[in-house]
């Protein structure tokens, strides 16, 4: 078991479907879904509204539960990895307490799984450097600009160490400079936590950009048209979106959604 | 500086009308008294004056027209007159006379005060008890919407009847009055505050493996608490008028129900007036003082900015 564990993938669906049962009839949010997602992977999923990206991100945080097939999370079902604090979820809002500070907000997690009163100081300082907020720990949610209120809601997300993140898109409400700013401070994250991230967008520059492997996603039913993994070195400054391997992806992206919308 | 003088535009606005309202509505009376004294009265037999309008009679006696907003017992009792009776009753009177208004607000106040504490407790163990079951959601916020139909001063002398004859007397029956009133106010904030937070929320709580009671504490409560005060400030504001009905059917002796009471059998209206504007003078004080709380509780929350 010990010697499989290190080859085994992190995140395992086989077969997973999920219908939601309406008023309208069945919704078949996500049909016979097949990934393995290994350990440090950064994983994109993208695809039109209504395609199950997000859905599927939220199946393997136990927030939903699948009709059929299987999900494992680190050897367990979502719901036990759940239990065991296995992910740290960033939602599309930072979700932060305005009657909280900064540095309590972090704590908020830490909090409820019993860390101690010292710990959590230290774990606070930690993830606020990390996601470059050191000094604004003291600071209300209201006195920091979108972009700063998403970074906390990840360092939130980063605190109790988790070695999953994952990010239902999480830069989505933003412009689009601050959003360069933070899809670069996140790789820059993420090489220094080797952590395996999910990471729901739109946006196909941000999907390219960021993953190792892309999750191309069609709607009604909701199912994956095609992973891309990505030949795009793991260092990535800004500028590597103009050269000819990111336009090549990009475009591999963008004809994956265009094949997911021929037959409807 | 604008708004104030906005402010007291309007309140000069109601005192003049005041004062206009007090000519016809007492003018009858005057020229009764005016005719014991001695004076020409227009038309003179007290026959043809009832039969003719407010209006006319001011017109052939405006002679008494200053004497209308100094009558010992007017129809309508003219502002300064009620100011005069508020000024001696209040701070022209020692605290502990049965005839000052300090005295009386007093014992409507500890039943007001120990009423809201009572019904706001209540109305917060309800909201908590029904946010988290779907029995109780179902059961007994029904029962809460039915109670405030009731007119309270039909109830009221029910309470005090039923708990007089379990020998509960004196300040109970008036604060279960009170509580009976604002409770509901406080159910209704509350189960809305507590259900404030989102889905996002909620589910991020789950995401922590979160347990109800710490969902409670940690988000359920704080996010209610806006809720809360603006719920608390309409609770004491209803707080007082159960206290004040509820002193009206005992026939109590003090309290300014009872002021009011005694007034009305004795034709007393300057001292209805002073005691109706004594309420209405304690319950701005009251709402304000829970203003006061509010904008210090959620600045210490960080909430307000």
Not at chain 1, 162 to 171: K, R
Not at chain 2, 160 to 189: D, E, R, T
Request: aromatic share 8%; hydrophobic share 45%; charged share 20%.
């Amino acid at each position: 078991m010990t010697t499989e564990n290190t080859t085994q993938p992190v995140i395992e669906a086989r077969q997973l479907d999920l219908t939601f049962q309406t008023n309208d009839g069945p919704v078949h949010a996500l049909k016979d879904v097949n990934l393995e997602i290994n350990k440090g992977d950064f994983v994109s999923f993208i695809g039109p509204s209504g395609c199950g990206k997000t859905t599927f991100l939220r199946c393997i945080a136990a927030l939903e539960t699948p009709t059929g097939g299987s999900l494992s999370v680190n050897g367990m079902t979502p719901d036990e990895a759940r239990r065991n604090r296995a992910y740290g979820y960033v939602f599309q809002a930072a979700g932060l307490y305005p009657w909280r500070t900064i540095a309590k907000n972090i704590k908020l997690p830490l909090e409820i799984m019993g860390y101690s009163k010292s710990d959590q100081d230290k774990r606070v300082n930690d993830v606020l450097e990390l996601v470059d907020l050191d000094g604004f720990g003291g600071k209300y949610p209201w006195q920091l600009s979108g972009g700063m209120q998403q970074r906390a809601s990840i360092a939130r997300a980063l605190a109790f160490d988790a070695d999953i993140l994952l990010m239902d898109e999480p830069f989505g409400a933003l412009d689009e400079i601050v959003r360069d700013h933070l899809n670069e401070q996140l790789l820059e994250l993420w090489a220094r936590t080797d952590k395996t991230i999910g990471f729901v967008t739109h946006s196909i520059p941000e999907a390219v950009y960021l993953s190792t492997k892309i999750v191309v996603m069609s709607p009604r039913p909701g199912r994956i048209t095609d992973v891309i993994e990505s030949p795009l070195p793991k260092e990535r400054p800004l500028d590597i979106r103009d050269t000819p391997e990111f336009i090549e992806v990009a475009h591999r992206v963008r004809e994956g959604l265009r094949a997911g919308h021929a037959d409807d | 500086m604008k708004s104030i003088l906005a402010v007291l535009t309007v309140v000069a606005a109601i005192v003049v009308l005041w004062y206009a309202a007090c000519v016809p509505m007492n003018i009858k009376g005057v020229l009764v008294e005016a005719e014991r004294a001695g004076a020409e009265v227009q038309p003179p037999s007290a026959k043809d004056r009832r039969d003719m309008s407010e209006f006319g009679l001011t017109i052939n006696n405006n002679f008494a027209i200053p004497a209308t907003w100094e009558q010992a017992r007017p129809r309508l009792p003219a502002p300064h007159q009620v100011a005069v009776e508020l000024w001696n009753t209040t701070v022209g009177k020692k605290i502990t006379s049965k005839r000052s208004l300090i005295y009386h607000g007093w014992v409507t106040l500890s039943a007001t005060l120990l009423g809201f504490a009572i019904g706001t407790g209540l109305g917060i163990l309800l909201a908590v008890g029904i946010v988290h079951s779907k029995v109780m959601d179902m059961s007994v916020m029904p029962w809460a919407i039915v109670s405030q139909t009731i007119p309270i001063i039909a109830l009221a002398p029910m309470i005090i009847v039923v708990l007089y004859s379990v020998g509960v007397q004196g300040i109970i029956p008036k604060a279960v009055i009170s509580a009976y009133l604002s409770f509901f106010p406080v159910v209704v904030g509350m189960v809305k505050g507590l259900r404030s937070p989102d889905h996002m929320q909620l589910d991020l709580l789950r995401t922590y493996n979160a347990s109800k009671s710490q969902g409670f504490w940690k988000l359920r409560l704080p996010a209610s608490m806006p809720y809360l005060f603006a719920s608390l400030k309409i609770g004491i504001a209803a707080s007082l008028v159960g206290a004040i009905v509820g002193e009206l059917p005992t026939g109590a002796v003090a309290g300014l129900g009872a002021r009011l009471l005694a007034g009305s059998y004795y034709g007393q209206t300057v001292q209805i007036w002073s005691a109706l504007f004594a309420a209405a003078i304690l319950a701005a004080c009251l709402v304000a003082l829970l203003g006061l709380i509010e904008r210090m509780v959620l600045k210490r929350m960080g909430i307000a900015s």
